[in-house]
């Protein structure tokens, strides 16, 4: 089966688009292609408290859109045709939650913001009953917004746009920019000029919008309205009122819309989009073209010249990184020998005091561990400041390169200080005063005692052992026991102090041989990632002199490439200008 003309030449250019890098226009393409054809469906698009929901309340005289700040949905509001009626809640994965029209107001309140995807009002109207579907949009405002977003998203699908602006002032830039970008994709817009009952001076701002309209080129009948003046007309079915409104000729209009044959629709629909998308690649080319043009304009050899200079200042980089990677890996040498050092010191330190103050004979089980958890404490520091040094140096020499390093990082290799493999603190021979000793170091000094004062006593008339003497030799065993505690306790302080100091010593020589070699593994693969990157930037500069050689003919191949490829753009915006032609009924040819 043949295709019709329209899907044609709107599948040529959504190709094109897809083919030319305009994603965006291809997925607009697609979407009004594949877009559904059971119903008219018109959007109401615009601005924050403009009344777009009290106009959609106002077509069909009923309750419909939650109206009032705090009311608006931040979602798209479907209303069709239904012999009940009802509002159904539909969430992001499509489930339905149907609620009564007079709580729809309460329950959109309720849900947290970005639950829901839309909401479906259905009531029974005339104006609907043939399949007319109406959208009230959430407000246009910041385009970051997800209600921007989801207004936007809302018009792939339509069919025919009412843009909404009220009459306390004309329209504003941002509002004519929306204007120009709806007709550009829309044939069939209308403005509706809301709250005319409330602004004395709105016939000056719908002439004053029309007079901005057609200044901006923008082809959209300008309809001032009065929701305020319509329901009340409706309610006391009063005709005349009703007309003063502004509705019956925006009904008019809704009518004709949904009257029009959906083949003609589509038509006009696809002929206007192609027009647009082919402008827009149009002028996507052009840019191109003109930026080639402009590049064309540098001579062969300026570019030479330039990449050249290019070569140049990336040798003088390499020089320039080499001597900064060298200095900081010295110094990182040295900062982290003298780091462990200083952390050892006073680890020392604090062994001296410990063993100055202490018998090692009874703090020995408590300072070893003690020793043990320090020492693993500074290594494990030590390594970690390395650690992050090493990533610090690696940052700068990447700093170096700018944005041309576009690659990560390469693994240091420091996975770790190796703490759990230091050996445990051997206890040395600590030499105890037993009680045995004492006696008979005690019963040694005794003697002197008991001697000289006995032969001292006995010139007296005394025996040579009395009391005088037994005093005597007492109190020097008490002095031989003590002298000779404090100097055992001497020695045993210094055999303590040389054993942890020691350990400490091998500590620190092992580790510090660990982190030299850490550290110069680091500068070997720092070396290595930073020399490849070089490299590759050599290659590029390389084949960037031989593009350049080779550059002129394929630019001119691919300058007229891009100039035949906007004659056939041309070409598929003529032929759906004139399809929307054929597809026009004539009287609007004729208007």
Known sequence: MTAPAWLEVLNETLDACAAHGRADLAERLRRRRDQPSDAARIVVLGFPKQGKGYLVNALLNAPV???????????????????????????????????????????????????????????????????????????????????????????????????????????????????????????????????????????????????????????????????????????????????????PELLAWVAEQAARPMEQTRVLLAAVSVRAAAAELVDTLRDRLESAGQDAGVTQITLLHRSQRNADELRRHSTRWQNLLSDEITDLLSDVEYDLRERTRKIVQTIDRTFDEGDPAQVWAEFQEWLEDNLAEAVDTNYAWLADRAGWVAQAVAATFGPRHDRPLPDLGLDGAGVAEIDDVHQPRIERFKLGQKLFTGLRGSYGGVLMFGLVTSLAGLSLINPISLGAGAAFAAKTVRDEGGMRLQRRQVVAKAAAQRHVDDVFLRFSKETRDSIRLVQRRLRDHFTALSDELNDELSREREGIIAGSAERDRRTQQVRREIDRLAGLHKRAGVLGTAARPRRELSA
């Open 65 to 247: 859109c939650p109206v009032g700040d705090a009311a608006t949905p931040a979602v798209p509001t479907e209303v069709s045709y239904a012999a009940e009626p009802g509002a159904t809640l539909i969430g992001h994965t499509r489930d339905r939650v149907p609620v009564a029209v007079e709580r729809l107001t309460g329950e959109l309140a309720l849900r947290p913001p970005g639950s829901l995807h839309s909401v479906e009002v259905g009531v029974p109207r005339d104006l609907l009953s043939a399949g007319l579907v109406l959208i009230d949009t959430p407000s246009i405002g910041d385009p970051r917004s997800p209600r921007t977003a989801a207004a936007l998203d809302v018009l792939a699908e339509a069919h025919a746009v009412v843009l909404v602006s009220d009459a306390t002032q004309e329209l504003h830039q941002a509002e004519l920019a929306l204007a120009k970008h709806v007709c550009t994709w829309f044939p069939n817009v209308v403005l509706a000029l809301t709250k005319v009952d409330v602004c004395p001076q709105w016939r000056q701002v719908a002439e004053r919008d029309r007079a901005l309209l057609a200044e901006a080129g923008i082809n959209a009948t300008v309809v001032p309205i009065s929701a305020t003046v319509r329901l009340a007309a409706a309610k006391s079915q009063d005709v005349e009122l009703n007309a003063r409104s502004g509705f």
